[in-house]
């Protein structure tokens, strides 16, 4: 199949039907409404059921029985509906139940705007809900990209019995970029004997996160935090741009990497060794291609769409090195190419502290 | 010697943990009961509320999902959803389905979600103590209503069983209690019934269960089955709410 046309949020609703979900719970909320919409039109198509819930909260909760019934299943909404959200995911990664959850970012807190923003990273990779549990989370920086680890999204949440989430944003979401489906065949998930099914001929099956036995749930935490450990060693993607000599080097995902990436080219244009670490999980965070530039680069300067999120584990990663600089445009707004050069210079030329 | 009784198939061996004079262990029995005369235990998947009913699942030998609190009719539905051939039901109280879960409920029942859902009504808290309950009758004492349930303060009892009625993807609905034997016999008669609705792909069904709480309301068990009688049924009048389609009453 060839490359075709098409907006983010299409794309990541026929990603997903290529990975193999099956099941789309959500709630309407701008600027992620063409997944749903994508969905309700593709789902029975494929033998499928999209069904528009009363809330995120049912939504999600809908989500937590289709994925314990045995389906890949997904969700999808924006800021203040993944907040409302989080309970569920909590449930599901203290249950260990497979799911994908896209957040298509939008300006915050509150109510905030419908603009793009990169504010809800801390929510993402930290958690996000009550308890200690990770998601995996993907930051894409392209169409393509989105398409790509949406299909690798629903292998990963069940090689791992893990919620995973596709951290975009509102432009993300909204730009159209030619993408290409490598997937041909509609993927299957695995055998899944822990699953709902109607106990025939074996014992009962039980989806809880409930261990009201304190030793009991001590060692859950314990088998969880083995299990994140593992992605941790595994799973952490980022791409390199131009580092290997970089005197400054830049840090930022998804939209904002793009930008950056267009900053470097400019800078080494006019003869500044800068490059880019862009992650592409957020969480495991890429954090020795961070360390190891702290060896040579003499400062780091991270960029996002927030008042600086991404920014505290790139300090981690950096571990007191090297100076790492935050530049950051918040409320919907992004960052431009000469904003942000002029803050590459503004560092290099005050001389690295 | 000839075993006339015994555990229902469907039931564990588990000691249950419910309090000494609460009928939430006869509810679970009848739900045994049931799914064995059904013949549906290896067709059902349970779905556990957040409350005093949360360890349901040790006591019912069926798949089961603990579901977060009041969301037990969203769970169901996504397991309904995967498995459409499958007897997919919710145990879930009064603060779980008439407070915090009332969206769910709702709109289950408005999209004739061809689930059951059993309704624990004993109108009050008692895993977290005895407070308040959307079910506390007027005057009730609880621990946040120390003078008694008013009115004019804090509103009045959540009748759930004659909202779901009038809602069109409701198939069936009805309200038992289970404070005497003939009381007993009924409901069981009635939570089968709802079983059938959804085997028969009827839409929606619900049962809402008048069930004691003696520690939590202060009284012995004797006491606490005529406090029921007296307090509870005049304000939650048994008796089926609709049936095949037609709203009752």
């Given amino acids: 199949m060839g490359k075709v046309l098409m907006k983010g949020n299409e794309a990541v609703a026929e990603a997903a039907v290529l990975g193999g979900c099956k099941y789309f719970f959500g709630y309407p909320i701008t600027p992620q409404n063409e997944i749903p919409e994508y969905m309700a039109r593709r789902l029975p198509e494929v033998g499928g059921t999209f069904l528009q819930a009363e809330s995120e909260i049912s939504a999600i909760n809908m989500v937590f029985g289709a994925s314990g019934s045995g389906a890949r299943v997904m969700t999808s909404s924006s800021g203040p509906g993944i907040s409302l959200k989080q309970e569920g995911i909590s449930y599901l990664a203290g249950a260990e139940l497979p799911c994908v959850i896209v957040n298509m970012v939008r300006g915050g807190p509150g109510l905030g705007n419908i603009g793009p923003a990169q504010s809800d990273y801390f929510q993402a990779t930290r958690g996000g809900g009550h308890g200690d549990y990770r998601l995996i989370v993907f930051g894409p920086a392209s169409v393509q990209e989105l398409v790509d680890v949406t299909i690798e999204a629903f292998e990963l949440a069940d090689r791992y019995r893990s919620p995973v989430m596709i951290l975009g944003d509102g432009i993300l979401g909204q730009m159209m970029e030619p993408v290409e489906f490598k997937t041909a065949k509609i993927k299957e998930g695995p055998d899944k004997p822990w699953a709902t099914t109607g106990a025939k001929g074996r014992k009962r099956n039980l989806i809880t996160s409930l261990y009201i036995v304190p030793e009991e749930l001590e060692k859950h935490c314990l088998k969880l935090k083995a299990k994140y450990d593992e992605i941790s060693a595994n799973e952490k993607r980022y791409e390199s741009y131009f580092t290997d000599d970089a005197e400054i080097v830049l840090a930022a995902y998804g939209t904002t990497a793009r930008i950056c990436k267009a900053v470097v080219d400019r800078a080494r244009e006019d003869g500044i060794k800068a490059g880019l670490i862009r992650p592409v999980t957020l969480w495991p965070f890429p954090d020795r291609p961070f360390n190891e530039a702290a060896d040579y680069a003499r400062a780091f300067l991270t960029v996002e769409m927030s008042n600086g999120q991404m920014v505290d584990d790139v300090r981690l990663a950096v571990n007191g090195k090297k100076p790492v600089y935050f530049y950051g445009r918040t409320g919907g707004i992004v960052p431009s190419k000469a904003e942000i050069y002029a803050e590459v210079r503004k560092i290099l030329e005050g001389g690295a502290r | ?223 606490a089955v005529k406090w029921l009688e007296n307090n509870m049924i005049p304000c939650f009048p048994l008796g089926e709410y609709k049936v095949a389609g037609e709203v009752q009453r």
């Fill in chain 2, 1 to 223: 010697m000839e075993k006339v009784f015994t555990r229902p198939k469907s039931m564990t061996d588990k000691p249950m943990h419910f309090c000494p004079g609460c009928t939430h262990g006869v509810i679970q029995r009848l739900v045994a009961e049931v799914i064995d005369e059904l013949g549906i235990q290896e067709d059902t998947i349970a779905v556990g509320p957040v409350g005093c009913a949360v360890f349901c699942y040790d006591y019912w030998d069926v798949d089961f999902h603990q579901a977060s609190h009041g969301r037990a009719p969203a769970v169901a539905t996504g397991v309904k959803r995967v498995h459409p051939d499958k007897v997919v039901f919710t145990l879930q109280g009064d603060g779980d389905i008439a407070a915090i879960g009332t969206t769910e409920i709702i709109h289950a029942a408005a999209r004739g979600e061809k689930i059951t859902c059993l309704f624990v009504n004993n109108s009050i808290y008692g895993m977290t103590g005895g407070q308040m309950a959307p079910t506390s009758v007027l005057s009730q004492k609880t621990t946040t209503t120390p003078a008694g349930r008013d009115k004019n303060q804090i509103g009045y009892p959540v009748k759930l069983t004659e909202m779901l009625a009038v809602l069109d993807g409701t198939a069936y609905c009805a309200r038992v209690s289970v404070h005497n034997p003939a009381n007993i016999l009924k409901a069981k008669e009635v939570i089968r019934k709802a079983f059938e609705v959804q085997l028969n792909k009827e839409g929606f069904s619900l049962v809402e269960i008048l069930s004691t709480c003696p520690t939590n309301w202060g009284l012995p068990p004797v006491e």
